[in-house]
């Protein structure tokens, strides 16, 4: 048994550095350069989508956009009636909507973008949605001799503004390099994460990650409060040692001076912590961890939905703040 154990153990290792020569070989990094002019049709402008608009903007890409309000960035991007129209006038469609719904209400019937859209023309969906539409959408595409991408980015709006995203691509490799020059744009590092689909399952991955770590602090920090340790120490401490990232350092320093400012909001983060939930769930997987998570963010949307996620810091100090 030991001499099958070792066996085991060792191809382990070997099975880990196959993996990780892969996921090596898949890391993309390149320079966003000028380019000759084509235009990017956004589907939903909001706090992402529009930073990302204005650094395809200086890279020489011109823009459409369509939002069911008509709003959206700093109102220098015209916008069109219905996501065709944008789909008609754009060289390629970049989709950044908030949740399934959006997605399934931007692309399909007659006024959706998968209407206005010809043979090979590329389709970036960089939404955070699930499995289940990612897929629905990429056989969609196919039906049309669309080229869908999937490409969700793990980044808030800091690194949305700075170009700084890092994109998780799912689509073959010919196609990841069609789209590779608005990535480079938009993003300092691509991940190409395997087939159609995997961008989204990954976004999942990193999201509930992000998600648990951010509830982990929030608890802590409400024991030591509760406990009498002093707040200003605390928080200072917590930014000092290597146990948290750096993510999360910037959750606990604007948490320190009650700031919630809304870089990732509530009701995103809990809607990702339940889609992942749900694609455990589909494959028999065990979510102790995230399903508390989730739990803990639902109640933070109730009090916080268009706050930073991060609310949840402010969420249970509120719980402790009266303890003696």
């Known amino acids: ?138 056989k969609a595409g196919e039906e049309k001799g669309v080229s869908v991408i999937d490409c969700p980015v793990s980044g808030s709006t800091p690194e949305a503004e700075a170009g700084a995203l890092v994109v998780l691509a799912g689509g073959d490799d010919a196609l990841i390099a069609r789209a590779q020059p608005v990535f480079d744009c938009i993003g300092k590092t691509t991940v190409h994460a395997g087939p159609s689909g995997s961008g989204a399952r990954l976004k999942l991955v990193i999201n509930g990650i992000m998600g648990a770590g951010l509830a982990a602090v929030a608890e802590t920090i409400a024991y030591g409060l509760a406990a009498g340790l002093d707040r200003s120490m605390l928080f200072d401490a917590l930014g000092e040692v290597a146990v948290i990232s750096p993510h999360h350092k910037r959750k606990i320093r604007a948490a320190k001076d009650g700031d919630f400012t809304p870089q990732f909001p509530t009701r995103l983060m809990q809607k990702d912590m339940r889609l992942l939930l749900d694609a455990g769930a589909r494959l028999a997987v065990p979510m102790p961890t995230m399903a508390a998570t989730t739990q803990q963010l639902s109640l933070t949307r109730r009090a916080a939905a268009n706050e930073d996620y991060s609310a949840l810091i402010g969420v249970m100090e509120h719980i402790v703040a009266n303890d003696a």
């Open 1 to 138: 048994m030991q001499h099958s154990a070792q066996r085991n153990h060792a191809g382990n290792r070997m099975r880990t550095s196959t993996v990780s020569a892969i996921v090596a070989a898949r890391k993309i990094t390149g320079t966003c350069r000028m380019t000759t002019q084509q235009t990017i049709g956004f589907i939903g402008f909001g706090a992402m989508a529009s930073r990302m608009g204005d650094n395809l903007k200086k890279a020489g890409y011109a823009l459409v956009a369509y939002t069911p309000s008509g709003k959206g960035g700093d109102g220098s991007t015209p916008f069109l009636p219905s996501p065709a129209d944008v789909a008609k006038k754009a060289d390629i469609v970049l989709v950044c909507v908030p949740d399934d719904e959006a997605l399934a209400a931007a692309m399909y019937g007659e006024n959706g973008a998968l209407a206005g859209m010809h043979e090979n023309q590329l389709l970036l969906n960089t939404s955070s949605v699930s499995p289940e539409a990612t897929d629905a959408l990429q």
